[in-house]
T-cell receptor
Framework: GAGVSQTPSNKVTEKGKYVELRCDPI?????LYWYRQSLGQGPEFLIY????????DSGLPNDRFFAVRPEGSVSTLKIQRTERGDSAVYLC?????????????FGEGSRLTVL | DAKTTQPNSMESNEEEPVHLPCNHS???????IHWYRQLPSQGPEYVIH???SNVNNRMASLAIAEDRKSSTLILHRATLRDAAVYYC???????????FGKGTRLHILP
């Protein structure tokens, strides 16, 4: 079956612009995660959804970052007034809900470059 | 979240076993030990996880110390395709999220 799909794979934008990144999880996976990864670093947790609600958004760096999952499937990460420091690979993962043990399946990421 | 300590990098020869160490001295009784790996230009992928007993699957084996303060990921016969960053992660049994550290970059020499 299809894995986690992320679009766009690459996005180049200018400082100050608004950006949306989309994640299509594996069908039936109720949990959805967003991470971002800078060069040479491990993935940094941003937000986690269980169904439609954000169960943990403690990793969102500031109020320019927002994510939604209105129907409990596809999720969109929204970044307002982008800054050069937002440049990174944004990773999405999905899983069945099994606290402590559930395997996360990752997409290939969306590479964001802010000029 | 409880922390893990891993070497920054390791090297191994192709077709030989690889032992990747991880220290987690502050592990709690509800923490599972997870390993993920990330190949170049890809998202992380699950490798294995365990709680107290050693675990084997088609990708690797996980050896957990009796006091659970350390663990070792074992790749039985490394190939060039195993070159990746390997992350050792503690995941609370009551929690859904995973927090990554910096991992160990494994180089495989032909």
């Amino acid at each position: 079956g299809a894995g986690v799909s992320q679009t766009p794979s690459n996005k180049v934008t200018e400082k100050g612009k608004y950006v949306e990144l989309r994640c299509d999880p594996i069908s039936g996976h109720t949990a959805l995660y967003w991470y971002r990864q800078s060069l040479g670093q491990g993935p940094e947790f941003l937000i986690y959804f269980q169904g439609t609600g954000a169960a943990d958004d403690s990793g969102l760096p500031n109020d320019r970052f927002f994510a939604v999952r209105p129907e409990g499937s596809v999720s969109t990460l929204k970044i307002q007034r982008t800054e050069r420091g937002d440049s990174a690979v944004y990773l999405c993962a999905s899983s069945l809900r099994r606290p402590g043990t559930g395997e996360l399946f990752f997409g290939e990421g969306s590479r964001l470059t802010v000029l | 979240d409880a922390k893990t300590t891993q070497p920054n990098s390791m090297e191994s020869n192709e077709e030989e076993p690889v032992h990747l160490p991880c220290n987690h001295s502050t592990i709690s009784g509800t923490d599972y030990i997870h390993w993920y790996r990330q190949l170049p230009s890809q998202g992380p992928e699950y490798v294995i996880h365990g709680l107290t007993s050693n675990v084997n699957n088609r990708m690797a084996s996980l050896a957990i110390a009796e006091d659970r303060k350390s663990s070792t990921l074992i790749l039985h016969r490394a190939t060039l395709r195993d070159a990746a960053v390997y992350y050792c992660i503690l995941r609370d049994g009551r929690d859904d999220k995973i927090i990554f550290g910096k991992g160990t970059r494994l180089h495989i020499l032909p």
